[in-house]
């Protein structure tokens, strides 16, 4: 893996071009719950209050909590996964270099690649999805190594990549395992070399899931949290809508280069139609390399667009047989700009707006949009405008609650609380606020409620607890009550508490401000006073 000095000059066309295209839009603030519970865990690492959940990515913390000696929490936390991102992108030129010595080729599709809006929106947040581009194409490429070359040193670099994969995020050792396997099977008769290799991963393996579990109170605790979560996502699963979706975020990832991406399939079934018993090992390897998570995502859990970043780069090697086809040929070439131009538009122009119920169409290239949106939301969800307008929110949020004393104030969130849009009646789920605001106002008291739930969730000081029940006593001293909710009609608002509606600066949403002179009830939950109890 070491660098030849005659391909010097695209990495570090690669450096400027990514570097230059992620630094202007990285979020200042955390981008959703889960980068949240991410900056939490650089304040309290506690995976029983999931700072952050099951099962702990130990290493990406570990390398936030340095970078914040430096940067703000988020920060710290978005550059790591930025240069996740930066490590991806340099795998997957050198991937192509060496499938195809064509300097400039193998740079415009890496180019391509890291304009990939999916990949664009995830290198900008807080978040460790990255780690699973990087980790997958390096496997990959390594794996390559392994079935050209045979040295025995691939597959101790690929057991220390996976071991190091699984410290960031525990996940991809379960999903690259198969593709490790499979390069073993390369050596099948060198047990001494197999064992090692196993050894680093289950060294490697143990040596972040130890601790973790001693930070977690034990065996049995972190065993309990994690199947608390596990078995909450598995609640959930359906299937079809699970696969859907997966295949629906890779689509409106790849759009317009999916059709290059097809080409090239074809191109090697006709190039190679005649030696497929030769490539038989290249058939698997790509099976065992992408199946995992395909499956996994299918029939397990798909959380967030960005599990899909596994799945990505592999894709864009796809492109080499089109770029070897068409480089010589002028209009092609002219076309693949225009190309690369079009996907950029997709982050750099389209807005969550489009998708919204509450878009009002004024011109006809408006109303255009809104239909795109509503065939692919997930479209105008990878954009630089999401990334901006949650910094805004949470900016005007915090700006706003200044004028409330920590000591005397609630924040009230809500999880599964609907509203109907005023543009066509469909119902709109509210934003669910609690980590990113007890991340970002520890000093406030911020609860969650949910309809037909038993139990609520209170954070304060970067500390999250479960209560369950459903009266909710606070302080004698609490006089003002926040609902952080983006709307709500006034006749689900408690009939008790007389609310007024307040509109946060910057942005079109409001927060509803409450005096507390008597106990309440919201959501099916019973808002209290200490002092309230002993009223007869």
Known sequence: M???????????????????????????????????????????????????????????????????????????????????GFVSV??????????????????LIAIGYLLNPLFWLYRETALSYTADAAASIIMGYVVWQTMTNRFRHYVLISSVVLAVAGAIRPSLVLLLLPLFIFQL???????????????????????????????????????????????????????????????NTLLVSLNIILIPMVAGVVLLVIRYRLYWRTFIHVYLYAVVWLLPAVLVYSFGHFGQLGYALILVPPCYLLLIPVM?????????????????????????????????????????????????????????????????????????????MTAYPPSQTVIVTGRDLLYPSPANGLLIRNDELLRELSAMLPDYTVVEVAPGRDYFLQAYANQMETTYQRTITLPNELHYVVFMLDYFPSDQLPDQLMTTALPLSGTDAFYQLGIMDQPWEFAGFTFQREADKLVP
């Open 90 to 107: 340099l795998v997957l030129y050198l991937f192509c270099y060496r499938l195809w010595s064509n300097k400039l080729g193998s740079s």
């Open 324 to 400: 070897q086809s068409s480089l010589d040929k002028w209009i092609l070439r002219w076309l693949g700009a225009l190309g690369l131009a079009l996907i950029s538009l997709i982050f750099l122009v389209l807005t969550p707006g489009y998708a919204h119920p509450n878009f009002f169409p004024h011109t006809r290239a408006e109303l255009y949009l809104q239909h795109l949106a509503r065939i692919t939301p997930n479209l105008f969800k990878l954009n630089r405008v999401a990334i901006k307008q949650n910094d805004t929110k949470l900016t005007s949020i915090m700006a706003a």
């Open 185 to 247: 099977s390369f050596h099948r008769r060198n047990w001494k070399l197999i064992l090692m290799a196993l050894g680093i991963v289950v060294v490697g393996t143990l040596a972040w899931l130890m601790p973790v579990m001693w930070l977690t109170g034990g065996v049995g605790e972190y065993l309990t949290h994690s199947r608390n979560l596990y078995s909450t996502a598995a609640a959930s699963i359906n299937i079809g809508a699970q696969t859907k979706l997966l295949f």
């Open 2 to 84: 070491k660098l030849n000095i005659k391909i010097s000059w695209p990495i570090w066309l690669l450096t400027v071009s990514y570097w230059g295209l992620t630094l202007p839009f990285m979020s200042r603030l955390p981008y959703n719950w889960d980068a949240a519970q991410f900056v939490l865990a650089l304040r309290h690492y506690d995976i029983s209050m999931h700072q952050p959940h099951p099962p702990g990515y130990p290493l990406f913390v570990v390398l936030g909590k340095l970078l914040s000696l430096v940067f703000t929490e988020n920060t710290a936390l978005v550059v790591v996964a930025a240069l996740l």
